[in-house]
């Protein structure tokens, strides 16, 4: 029998360590260190012996000669999806589908059945539900595929013999943390196994011409291994984000092999599974208050799509205390910045003030172009005068309270006025370069203290 030792790995990036430690020296996490039994000699989990079973050994081929065909891409039926993967599944690639419990992966899953099951043969392997718990969920999301193959299974040498047997074109795996293999002694969930299934799942992709989707939990406690420690392996990793309070759902690549990682699909959960939204703008602006200082709204892009997003913002006298600063759905960083941009150079006094900064949706906002809608939220909550609600701000701002131009804005534009908002705060654009849309007026503004002038604040 081999020898075994004794490794800690990491849950969050599967770094290996040789003795216990409340962080992980790789990614900082707390409490992510697990403890595991490995075969000695082969300390890295699922890297050290790629072994193709049963295929011949590929063979070097000058670039000039390797065939350059496009990847053949099939959709999902959920154009959301299909959005964020690129435009399509491809045909042969292996997907993970990370999120925390809860947050609709077994329903995104299987919605996508009844689609694929149309033109393609797929098995859905489930190790948490049995085939009636799945059976009675397909039945209420209204999938009824004649092609959708249900297997209750975790062992994956079994999962292989059915893929076999059943010869799937798509395999749906749910969970990769159940899933576990007699390769190694490790208990399902941890670094090792999941690493060395997901590893056999990638080789049976690659070899057999098999689309593969791999659901992932993320857990917080770190007693599981998460996606993060398999995101090099994979083609592509998609996240599915908003609480279990939030009725809406946003998807985002984190990794595409395939295509870009900007783009975005947003999903509401209904009684009936989760509906597209193809409009995330007007779900993201509903129950917008009306005549309240401290909050403005912008437009950002995601990926190649303007979606317009409101940012709030309220400032409170704290009596000399520390002042707190708070941001969600943006950089802590930039809204410090923003803060200060406003104090110097806005001449507003907040240096006393605690500072609370919040996008509403649960949008993450990575671009400046919010800036100026930040600093006018800023600026109405302070003054505690409102922003009529129909002005929408767009620009950048510089450490010198210039606003300063930002990329798409025609794009941008269109969209503000498709929801019907009536004016338009921005940078000073070359007017050859605009298009106006109609209806919509535009005040240009070079400094923060000219947008302030702009809304009357
Ligand atoms: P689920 O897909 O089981 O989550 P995950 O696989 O990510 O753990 O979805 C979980 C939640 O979605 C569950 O709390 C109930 C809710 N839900 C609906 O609101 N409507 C539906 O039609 C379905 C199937 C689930
Ligand atoms: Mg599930």
Not at 206 to 230: C, Q, R, S, W, Y
């Amino acid at each position: 029998m081999a020898k075994e030792k004794i490794v800690f790995f990491c849950s969050e990036c599967g770094n290996e360590a040789a003795r216990w430690e409340g962080q992980c020296r790789a990614c900082g996490a707390w409490n992510t260190l697990v403890e595991e039994t490995v075969a000695k000699g082969k300390s890295k989990p699922g890297v050290a012996a790629p072994v193709r079973r049963g295929g011949k050994p590929a063979l070097a081929k000058p670039l000039t000669e390797v065939g350059s065909g496009a990847e053949i891409r099939f959709d999902t039926g959920m154009g959301e999806l299909d959005r964020v993967l690129g435009g399509g599944a491809v045909h042969g690639s292996l997907v993970l589908i990370g999120g925390a419990p809860g947050v609709g992966k077994s329903t995104l899953m299987l919605q996508i059945c009844d689609h694929l099951s149309r033109f393609a043969r797929v098995l859905y392997v489930s190790g948490e539900e049995s085939q009636r718990q799945i059976k009675m969920r397909a039945e209420r999301l209204g999938v009824k595929g004649e092609e959708l193959f249900l297997l209750p299974e975790t062992n994956l040498d079994q999962i292989i013999e059915a893929v076999a047997e059943v010869k799937p074109d798509i395999l749906i795996v749910d969970s990769i943390q159940t899933l576990y293999t007699e390769d190694s002694t490790s208990v399902p969930g941890s670094v090792t196994q999941v690493k060395q299934c997901t590893m056999r799942l990638m080789q049976m992709a690659k070899g057999e011409g098999l689309t593969v989707f791999v659901i992932g939990h993320v857990n917080k406690e770190g007693d599981i291994a998460g996606p993060k420690v398999l995101e090099h392996m994979v083609d592509c990793v998609l996240y599915v984000e908003g609480g279990s309070n939030l009725s809406y759902k946003i998807l985002r690549a984190a990794k595409n092999r395939f295509g870009s990682t900007n783009e975005i699909g947003v999903f509401e959960m209904t009684g009936a599974g989760l509906r597209e939204v193809p409009n995330p703008s007007e779900l993201l602006l509903s129950g917008r208050p009306e005549n309240v200082p401290g909050t403005c709204v912008t437009s950002v892009m995601e990926g190649t799509r303007p979606v317009l997003a409101e940012i709030q913002a309220l400032l409170v006298p704290n009596n000399f205390k520390m002042p707190r600063r708070t941001a969600n759905g943006l950089d802590l960083g930039r809204a410090i910045l923003l803060l200060a941009v406003a104090e110097k150079q806005g001449g507003l006094a907040i240096g006393g003030c605690d500072a609370y900064i919040n996008v509403i949706g649960g949008l993450e906002i990575d671009e400046p172009a919010a800036d100026l809608a930040t600093i006018l939220a800023i600026a109405s909550s302070y003054r505690g005068r409102t922003i009529d609600s129909s002005v929408v701000a767009i620009g950048e701002v510089g450490l010198t309270g210039e606003i300063r131009s930002v990329a798409a804005i025609n794009q941008r534009l269109a969209e503000v006025q498709r929801l019907g908002f009536k004016r338009c705060i921005m940078p000073v654009q070359d007017k050859a370069k605009l298009i106006r849309p109609e209806g919509l007026q535009i005040t240009m503004v070079k400094t923060i203290r000219d947008a302030f002038l702009a809304v009357q604040i």
